[in-house]
């Protein structure tokens, strides 16, 4: 499996962006069974958990610093799960990264299996 991730970009603080993680080499009934994260690392920090969404799209979950400001979605039949980012901070200036979840605890980034290359997000102040 690989995942693409893209959207990212140059945004001023309370500005939004719109990131997609497209999957390929994997058929769209095995995507839609995939339980999904978003990770980001910022500079000097190491890599931190965002969001997770469920094969349904039933359950998801946040971070406490994406509650309220980030919403995790899914389009099975484009292999595509999507984090949409509102009221941008400086704060959230990091390389976003989407990956496969395979068993544990989803805010572990050990528990994924396959990730993407990551998608550089910069809030200017």
């Known amino acids: 499996v690989q995942l693409q991730a893209s959207g990212g970009g140059l945004v001023q603080a309370g500005g939004s962006l719109r990131l997609s993680c497209a999957a390929s080499g994997a058929s769209g009934r095995t995507f839609s069974r995939y339980f999904m994260g978003w990770f980001r690392r910022a500079p000097g920090k190491e890599r931190e958990f965002v969001s997770f969404i469920m094969w349904g799209s039933s359950k998801t979950y946040y971070a406490d610093s994406a509650k309220g400001r980030f919403t995790i979605s899914r389009d099975n039949a484009k292999n595509t799960v999507y984090l949409q980012m509102n009221s941008l901070k400086p704060e959230d200036t990091a390389v976003y990264y989407c990956?496969?979840?395979?068993?544990?605890?989803?805010?572990?980034?050990?528990?994924?299996?396959?990730w993407g290359q990551g998608t550089l997000v910069t809030v200017s102040s």
């Open positions: 990956a496969v979840f395979r068993s544990g605890s989803y805010r572990d980034p050990q528990g994924y299996e396959y």
